[in-house]
C-alpha cells in the first residue's frame, strides 16, 4: 500500500512539470478586448501593417526593429503583434515571436 502512495505522488510531480504556463502577456492583451481601435492606436502608435477583410480590420504592431509599450509593459524586439478590429473595437489578438 505505501508503495501505490509513492509511485502515485511520483505520478502526480510528473504530470504538474507538464501544466502550460500562462504567459504574462496574454493578460496585458486581454485587457484591451473591447477597447475602441482610436485609444489603441493613440496609445501604442501607428501599427506597422493594417489590412481589411470581410468587415474586420487587423491591426499589426512590433517586429524585428521594434519595441512597443502597452500599458507601461514593453514588448520586446523580436515580437509581433496582430489586434483584430471588429465594429471599431479589439475584438481578438494574436502573437508570434518572442514576446
Request: aromatic share 12%; hydrophobic share 35%.
Amino acid at each position: 500500500m505505501k508503495n501505490k502512495k509513492y509511485i502515485l505522488a511520483l505520478i502526480l510531480v510528473l504530470l504538474s512539470g507538464c501544466a502550460p504556463t500562462v504567459n504574462p502577456y496574454n493578460n496585458v492583451l486581454n485587457s484591451w478586448i473591447g477597447v475602441p481601435e482610436n485609444e489603441l492606436i493613440s496609445r501604442w502608435g501607428p501599427p506597422v501593417r493594417v489590412y481589411e477583410s470581410g468587415g474586420y480590420k487587423y491591426l499589426t504592431f512590433g517586429g524585428n526593429n521594434a519595441v512597443v509599450f502597452m500599458r507601461g509593459v514593453a514588448v520586446p524586439v523580436g515580437c509581433t503583434t496582430t489586434m483584430t478590429i471588429y465594429q471599431g473595437r479589439v475584438s481578438t489578438w494574436r502573437y508570434d515571436g518572442n514576446c
